[in-house]
């Protein structure tokens, strides 16, 4: 049977002294995002498509090829009857905008590209992205402080979206619902993606999608570490690096929640005053004075039960300093660089414990995943947690926003949103 697409091609054989030049665009793109070889000559001639044709598309559905327009059309290709593929298998192709690594490096390496996304599977969904949180994590895997399963790769560990597209058989999910999720699979940083659907949670009525997207991963980390890696409770003295920072701001509130005393290190007055609104009892300009001193000062030289350092290198010794006797290291960042090898014996002057834990260890069950998520909203709701999503980018702006991250000059969360939805 004559496909639509031939009878395209025909009418512009047709037409072909002054047509060919949009055949030869239209066979160039065909063969770039379909990975086939078309000779345009021998397409006219032929009026068949070796080894891929496009299926299932009115006439009028072709208009979008004249000019071709990739953010605005969706394809299904199959292999023809003469393809050497096994399987002639129907795949839906969305073109959106995306942030992609293709090398290793400093931010001028965030490339703001054409990606295709493609239908979601049985067990996933395709999720819109509404807002995307913006992570150190994000700047460890474009430097390769930590590997990128591949390359090139989209970076970004947490979004809140609508659901556009629902897999095969899967239940609990439905086109239309607002999601967010944070950790793994990587790729945040785009207008659309495909999701594993027990990777993600609904959100609640209680939180908005940017609140939710600024908070879901640095609140869910500090789930874990004042309720399982360290469980703070009433009583304790806690000291908190970068206390104004993301993670660090969400930190104090917590712990000061919990019944702890709270000491906190930043670089500025006005960050000084960022981490006494968010409960810390104690804070210490460290650009000014020793921190390691003046927390001996303040516990009387007992030292603290726990460090939550997420700077590493500049801050790890002082660190162990601090800790009281059987204190508790939780080293769950690297912000100034990779900490130096220390050997063990190290942490015998104090019987000390060493922890360096990340959030996808944490949250590998959906149990675990769902226990965390639900207890940050309800801190959220309730003022517990107050969210200060202080800084807002464009994501084609992804490379502006890590730049300042990098360098310190920002406070609270930060959130990338997707050009389109503005």
Not at 213 to 221: E, H, N, R, Y
């Amino acid at each position: 049977m004559e496909s639509s697409t031939t009878r395209v091609l025909l009418q512009l054989h047709n037409h072909r002294h002054h047509k060919i030049t949009h055949h030869f665009n239209l066979s160039r793109e065909l063969t770039r995002h379909f990975n086939c070889q078309i000779n345009p000559l021998n397409t006219i001639s032929n009026s068949v498509f070796k080894p891929i044709s496009i299926i299932n598309q009115p006439i009028s559905s072709h208009k979008t090829l004249f000019p071709y327009s990739p953010s605005a059309t969706k394809f299904q290709v199959r292999a023809s009857s003469n393809s050497p593929a096994t399987a002639a298998i129907p795949t839906t192709v969305t073109m959106v905008k995306a942030i992609r690594v293709h090398e290793l490096g400093g931010a001028e390496v965030l490339k703001w590209e054409d990606v295709e996304v493609g239908e979601p599977k049985e067990g996933e969904i395709r999720v819109r992205n509404k807002a995307i949180g913006l992570n150190f994590i994000d700047i460890y895997f474009r430097k390769g402080v930590y590997k990128a399963p591949t390359m090139p790769f989209t970076p970004g560990m947490e979004a809140v979206g609508e659901v556009v597209a629902v897999g095969p058989g899967l239940t609990g999910r439905q086109v239309g619902d607002l999601v967010a999720y944070a950790g793994s699979p990587m790729g945040s940083y785009a207008e659309e993606q495909v999701l594993p659907a027990n990777r993600v949670v609904p959100l609640p009525p209680s939180v908005d999608p940017i609140t939710a997207a600024s908070v879901m991963l640095k609140g869910m980390t500090v789930h874990y570490l004042v309720r399982r890696s360290f469980k703070v409770e009433a009583g304790h003295t806690v000291l908190v690096h970068a206390a104004a920072g993301g993670v660090g701001s969400l930190l104090c509130q917590w712990a000061n929640a919990l019944g702890a005393t709270v000491i906190g290190t930043v670089s500025t007055k006005e960050k000084a005053l960022q981490a006494i609104e968010d409960g810390c009892h104690h804070v210490i300009i460290y650009k000014e004075e020793d921190f390691v001193s003046r927390v001996k000062e303040i516990t009387g030289g007992q030292g603290v039960e726990v460090v939550y350092d997420s700077v590493g290198k500049d801050t790890f010794q002082g660190s162990l300093d601090c800790l009281k006797l059987r204190g508790y290291m939780v080293l769950y960042g690297q912000s100034s660089g990779t900490v130096d090898h220390i050997p063990l014996s190290a942490l015998a002057v104090k019987s000390l414990f060493i922890t360096r834990p990340t959030l996808m260890h944490y949250t590998t069950t959906r149990d675990e995943l769902l226990e965390a998520a639900g207890e940050l909203f309800a801190n959220i709701a309730s003022g517990v947690l107050r969210v200060h999503v202080n800084h807002k980018f464009l994501l084609s702006q992804a490379a502006e926003a890590q730049t300042a991250l990098e360098n310190r000059q920002m406070t609270g969360s930060v959130v990338l949103i997707p050009d389109a939805s503005l």
